[in-house]
């Protein structure tokens, strides 16, 4: 079970790190079913852990500026089938950032 200061560092890795998901699809380096499934776990963990707090840590609340533009590209960027699937995992982020900040 992952806690939450490694869901956490997990957010952040795979939204704003060296290696996040938006900087491998922007240079075309191809996104796993696991990374994806691995954020998402990891934000639902916060979820539940900030739920009854009022504030989340400062770099938690980076990650989600602006969420959705990084899985956002240009239509010949992509074939449609992943241009469909980035598409979706932010809006998937979107509404789980939602989730997060509202119980916050």
């Given at each position: 079970m992952m806690d939450s200061e490694r869901a956490v560092e997990v957010v952040c890795a795979r939204l704003i790190g060296e290696n996040a998901i938006p900087l491998k699809i922007r240079t075309r380096k191809g996104v796993s079913?696991?990374?994806?499934?691995?954020?998402?776990?990891?934000?639902?963990?916060?979820?539940?852990?900030?739920?009854?707090q009022d504030t989340v840590p400062k770099k938690l609340a980076l990650a989600f500026v602006d969420v959705f533009m990084g899985f956002s590209v240009a239509d010949a960027f992509y074939h449609q089938d992943e241009l469909a699937r980035y598409e979706d995992i932010g809006i998937a982020l979107q509404d789980k950032a939602c989730a997060l900040f509202d119980g916050a």
């Open positions: 079913a696991e990374e994806v499934n691995e954020l998402f776990l990891a934000i639902d963990v916060l979820i539940d852990h900030y739920r009854e």
